[in-house]
């Protein structure tokens, strides 16, 4: 089965950081993936993280340790349109053929940037 | 290149009524993902398809729920007898290919099922 925790909200300030953990235990492990939804909106893409270690792309970072079973998402100099959800989300084995790129999402969490 | 397009957007049914909801994948794509995010909730995947061909269906409810990727035009996500529990917003997303470096999955903007 796959388990998938994250916590439900955080608030921040403006120009702050803000990091985001996300737990999992799943059966098989092809990848780890971090989404951001504004309220009503589709998700969009914002990293991913498939061997141990940081990846960073601008304000964003993302972290993975395979062993732990655990990934965080970075925020930094945060602004006020960073207020959204962040969802984390495991990628089943391809090898599984039946599993293909099925991704199995956490609950997201929402992050409220006051000024 | 356009993006995931859903239609409708918003769509009202009463109880006992039929839904169908349509996912255009993103031009080059080849493989179609649905998943339902009940209000303040993640999103659950339901099925996975490639064109004419059921992968994984996994998340898709026993009954009344059924998904089609025809050779030719969009994907459908067909609800049969709505009731109140499928309100939900409904996304879909394609991709390239499985496997590595096609793993991105872009999502269309959703339809929002509201059942009376």
């Known amino acids: 089965g796959q388990n998938i925790d994250q916590p439900t909200e955080m608030t921040a300030t403006e120009g702050a950081i803000v990091q985001i953990n996300c737990t999992y235990q799943t059966s098989g492990f092809n990848g780890l993936f971090w989404y951001q939804q504004h309220a009503g909106e589709a998700p969009t893409f914002l990293s991913y993280n498939v061997l141990d270690g940081l990846e960073e792309k601008g304000r964003f970072s993302s972290f993975l340790s395979r062993s732990k079973g655990y990934s965080y998402l970075l925020l930094k100099e945060l602004q006020m349109k960073d207020s959204a959800s962040y969802l984390c989300a495991v990628r089943a084995p391809v090898v599984i053929k039946a599993a293909g790129n099925k991704l199995t999402f956490g609950g997201g969490t929402r992050v409220l940037v006051k000024p | 290149n356009a993006g995931v397009m859903q239609n409708p957007r918003h769509l009202v049914r009463r109880r006992g009524q039929e839904a169908r909801l349509r996912c255009s994948p993103m031009k080059g794509h080849s493989h179609v993902y649905w998943y339902r995010q009940l209000p303040e909730e993640g999103l659950k995947f339901m099925v996975y398809l490639q064109k004419e061909n059921i992968i994984d269906e996994s998340g898709m409810p026993k009954e009344r729920f059924s998904a089609e990727f025809p050779k030719e035009g969009p994907s459908i996500l067909r609800i049969q007898q709505v009731v109140r529990g499928d309100s939900a917003a409904y996304f879909c997303?394609?991709?390239?290919?499985?496997?590595?470096?096609?793993?991105?999955?872009?999502f269309g903007p959703g339809t929002r099922l509201t059942v009376t």
């Open positions: 997303a394609s991709s390239k290919t499985s496997g590595r470096p096609a793993y991105e999955q872009y």
